[in-house]
């Protein structure tokens, strides 16, 4: 069989292990908790175009791969991904990791990550929210993990083109990295998926954004830098 590229839908699955962070979850080839080599290495078949930008803390910088159709943003905290943002585009016909005939609808794509995961907090049309807490334990409330802020999320600027006047790959578009709020104590990790279009279980997805989020790992940065 061809292999495939290191797509997130490709790869069709989320798997745990044990935790480099304080929860390592891994999506296709990209994990929580890698360092910058491990997460060039994983992407390494999509000869993505990478960006850096800095932050006022020298323990945290942001790192953009970006290609087509999918492109990924990474937060990095003490050298390992704390948290990451990916956007996949699904082109026209056939998904490889969909049975032949079948259609990458809302429903299909969400089902394929609750059969890896656990049971979502919170389902809102083509929006998914899993929580878990620091001990590994599903979350069964989501305003029980919302951040000072109210949102976890800030979204980059559409990257440019490679060259001038160039558009921004369309895959860039809608890449976030964390707000570094506040949490509650007891909150773990987060994975959010959105899909769109989405006004129906039955619709078409065109695109996916997920984001997952180390929320451990944030607090502990915060901790040692309030004023950030």
């Known amino acids: 069989m061809k292999k495939c590229p290191l797509y997130f839908l490709a790869a069709a699955m989320l798997l745990f292990a044990q935790p480099v962070l304080s929860q390592t979850i891994k999506i296709g080839s990209v994990a929580l908790g890698m360092s910058e080599s491990e997460v060039k290495a994983a992407l390494a078949s999509s000869k993505p175009r990478y960006s850096m930008q800095a932050s006022a803390s020298s323990e945290l910088y942001f790192l ?11 937060t990095f905290i003490d050298g390992r991904v704390a948290a990451f943002s990916l956007v996949h585009i699904l082109l ?3 998904e490889p990791f969909l049975p032949p005939g079948q259609e990458p609808t809302v429903s299909t794509l969400r089902n394929l ?13 083509g929006d ?8 590994g334990s599903p979350i069964a409330d989501a305003a029980q993990c919302t951040p000072a802020s109210g949102a976890p999320w800030l979204p980059f ?7 001038p006047g160039e ?3 369309r895959s860039s578009v809608g890449l976030m ?9 007891d909150c773990g ?12 279980e039955s619709d078409r997805v065109t695109t996916v954004r997920i984001r997952v989020l180390d929320i451990a790992a944030v607090r502990e940065f915060l901790a040692k830098h309030p004023q950030h």
């Open 157 to 163: 600027e559409p990257l440019p083109g490679s060259k």
């Open 167 to 169: 558009l921004p790959a």
């Open 92 to 94: 026209p016909g056939q």
């Open 113 to 125: 990550v609750i059969k890896q995961t656990w049971k979502p907090t919170e389902i809102n049309k």
């Open 64 to 74: 953009v791969a970006k290609s087509e159709p999918e492109s990924f943003a990474f």
């Open 189 to 200: 990790v987060s994975i959010h998926l959105q899909q769109e279009p989405a006004a129906s």
């Open 177 to 185: 990295r964390p707000d570094l709020a506040a949490y509650p104590a």
């Open 128 to 135: 998914t929210l899993w929580l878990r807490d620091t001990a």
